[in-house]
């Protein structure tokens, strides 16, 4: 985070980057997590670019396998959230001075097992050498059905918010990987460490959504975030009951020695997960793909007219702890 | 570059990378400067991802504008040289700690004028912050007919070299730029950086080449070394006579000053023009193509069976320049 106040991510592409991008109808405004290019008669192309960086992104320690893993799985969580089966992915890597052969070699294997894991194989790139840290740029495809795939702004009035796995263990597994989660058993600080360490995308639940969510987004910049930016493009207030948050039983240990925590768990990033709208009429489908795709899902909150978040606990409203903006 | 000896792009690209592209088609083996997504029945989508670092790629006092255009042209002129029209663009913006807005306005103000300029529209992209210098990823789209995307393996024995533009003023005018271009006029050594500042891509030519060429590659790493890369994808020689190379008045002068800088003009990368296998009976195709894009072209060699490059003055055989990873 700056020092000083700064213009946020958000604002910053909607001033300056979203005109650019209003003449191209499968861009959205740049409000949901893919753009759209036509593929053939029944099927779109989503795309979705992500850069991470050393120190930023991933821990400056990361084993060359793992960050392969978080680089395309932080790409892969987008493409899930925009309903699409993973295709093929462009890769940019600008490596430190000093790099070792021997470091690309062992990325290049984290990439081959996620390539098998996800059935997505690289199409292209560039290499470069920075003088700053290793950063990753990936630029992931997917396909959809024509026409429909999913973006964050056509939520509507009475759908039900849903979320996927469990939320907040990301960036409680951050706090654990820089030694200041106390009070916890060894055990529990390394699930929620490997959480954060490699993402898990929803990608086999995401491409079920298709005719069930109106709207999705993964939670990469934290639940409240995330939740928010739906609403935010959808012109609605999006309502959240934080005792339905569904929790791992680290992050439910976690939170019994520190309630202040819940500012991580709502507000915090990296969880990887997806938050759906779902009208009610569809609840019982949303369900069946759930379990067909094997993946928990539960109902959090709901959408209303108005604007923002509106976070609950047991009923009564309490404020929302500051949220996103975590990498920027 | 190191002060090591190390691999270099193109070798880590065979060995780690390409394995990981085999099994995609439209990758060509990670040789060509695109890779091709199959669009609608008549059209395939043109894919190319560029990364731009500061200090490296553009000098590090570069104003906004022209940044966002050298970002944005690199990439075009890959897209030309495989016969694409721009279609679409993603954009990664890793930005240095302590960037302005004011420095972000001016540089979508420099994409808004290149977009207007090449047909091309924003689609999507990621910002984020870095430790690093400046760096921008651009993943840029373009059209080509199906299948008939142009790549650099099928270049044929026989083949004709052609260049188009002048070659040599990139690598001179990054000279000029550092104050390291010694008795030459101020206007010489303006026109010269201008180059070198200001890439203009040949995407009038790149698409016209359709049926006409057999392989293309943009010149970003050098004449020798990127008509090599030809050479070497299609299996074959590549002969180029170095007094056919064709110059601009400011190189010209140069080279007269110091005929060293032969080194820089034909190893030295940044000219951004393309470097074409054409069959000798498609010629006056070539021509006409030329016309219509107001581009002109010059025939500087030949292809034949064998490997590598072998440059010649006047009929004699000399040593090529050391080439390649100017930016590795």
Known sequence: MASRRRVGEFELIARHFAPLARSFAGAGGLESDNAFLPADRRHDTAVKTDTVVSGVHFLADET??????????????????????????????????????????????????????????????????????????????????????????????????WASGTIGDGALGLLAARGRLKGLGARDRKALEDR????????????????????VADVSDGLLADAGHIAAAS?????????????????????????????????????????IAVPPRKRAALLVA????????????????????RLTVNGKGVKAPRTGYVHF
Do not use: M
Not at 142 to 149: M, Q
């Open 235 to 275: 012109r609605l207030e999006v309502h959240i009951a934080r005792e339905l948050v569904p929790l791992s039983g680290a992050a439910r240990r976690a939170l019994a020695v520190d309630p202040a925590l819940w500012a991580n768990v709502l507000g915090g990033g990296d969880d990887y997960e997806l938050v």
């Open 64 to 161: 060359p396998q793992r960050v392969a893993a978080k680089a395309l799985r932080v790409c892969l969580s987008d493409l899930a959230a925009g309903g699409a089966r993973p295709l093929a992915y462009q890769l940019s890597l600008a490596l430190p001075r000093g790099w070792r052969e021997r470091w690309v070699e062992d990325f290049a294997r984290g990439l081959a097992a996620d390539q098998r894991r996800y059935g997505i194989v690289l199409c292209g790139g560039d290499t470069v050498v920075t003088p700053g840290p290793l950063s990753i740029t990936i630029t992931a495809f997917g396909t959809v059905p024509r026409g429909r795939g999913l973006g964050r702004a056509d939520a509507r009035p009475g759908d039900e918010l």
């Open 290 to 309: 759930a379990r067909r795709a094997d993946v928990p899902v539960t109902p959090i909150g709901r959408f209303a007219r108005g604007g923002g978040v």
């Open 196 to 215: 954060y360490r490699l993402p898990r995308p929803r990608t086999a639940l995401g491409s079920r959504l298709i005719g069930i969510a109106n709207a």
